[in-house]
C-alpha cells in the first residue's frame, strides 16, 4: 500500500487498538506483519510498554527507508529490546517457534494470494496464551470498480486476500486457533478527483497499473465518486497448544507431554 494511502492504515490501527483495549493480555514479545514505517511500532509500543517488538517490513519499501525505519527503532526501543526485522522466505516468517506472545497485522491479509500462510505462520511462531490480531480489507471493498468495463473486460476483481470474514474465521480454527472473533464495517471514501481515486485504487490493489493508464487516457469512461472499503477485524488465542490435534470432540495429548513420576514426587504424595 502506497504512501497516498497511509492515513488509512493509521486509522484502522487506531481502530485495533481501542478493540485491543478490552482485552486483558500483557505481551511480553511482539511480532507486527508487516509494520508502515514508525506507525504501528510506535502505538504498540505505548500500548505494551514492557514488549519487545519485531517486526516485518512491508515489501515495498525502498533500502533508503528500511535504514531510516531501523535506525529510528534503535534509538526509541532499546528499554523494550532492540526491534528486529525478520525476513519472509516463501510464505514463511524466519522466527522460532513459539517466540511470540503477540502477532498484530493491519490491513495486509487482502494482498496475499493464499492469507491461509499466515494464520498458519502466526500459530507457528506464537506461544500457549498468544494473541493474534489483525483487520483487512473484504470481498465488498471496490463494488463499484466492479461494475465498470472496458473493451477488454472489467476494470477490477475483487483482492486475493479479500476473503469472507467466515471463511477466514474457519481457517482460524482449522489452524487450532480458540475462540476468534470476527466483526465487520463498512467506510466510503468520497473523491472530487478522478486522479486521486485512481490514485487510491492503486495503493489498494483494485486496479493495475495498465488498467489504470487506460482508464486515465479514455475520457469516455466515468468513475464512481464512491469507494466502498469493507474491514474486517478479527483476533483469536492460542490454547492448549501442545495438545495433539482434536478429532471430533476429543483431544489427545501427544506422548512428549506425558512424562513419568520420579520418587520425589511420590513421596510428595
Known sequence: MTRSLRWLKDDIALRMMQKLE?????????LIVPDAPGVHANSLASRFPNAALASVLEPDLDWLVRA??????TGRFIKNGITQFPKMDANCLRLADQSQDMVFSNLWLQSLDQPKWLVQEAWRVLREGGLFSFSYLGPDTG????????????????????WDMHDLGDALVESR?????????????????DALYL????????????????I???KT??????????????????????LSKAKDTLAFISPDQIKRKNSQDRKEE
Do not use: C
Open 221 to 242: 469512461i466515468k468513475l464512481p465518486q464512491k469507494m466502498t472499503l469493507e474491514v474486517v477485524y478479527g483476533h483469536a488465542w492460542v490454547v492448549g497448544k501442545h
Open 143 to 162: 463494488a463499484e470498480l466492479r461494475a465498470l468495463h472496458l473493451p477488454s473486460g472489467p476494470v477490477s476483481s475483487t483482492l486475493p486476500g479479500a
Open 199 to 214: 490514485k487510491d485504487a492503486l495503493a489498494i490493489g483494485l486496479l493495475t497499473a495498465e488498467a489504470a493508464q487506460v
Open 68 to 73: 531510516n525505519v531501523k535506525l529510528a527503532r
Open 22 to 30: 478490552l482485552l486483558k493480555h500483557q505481551p511480553r514479545s511482539l
Open 216 to 218: 486515465a487516457t479514455d
Open 177 to 193: 486457533f480458540s475462540d476468534p472473533v470476527m466483526d465487520m464495517e463498512y467506510l466510503y471514501l468520497e473523491y472530487e478527483s
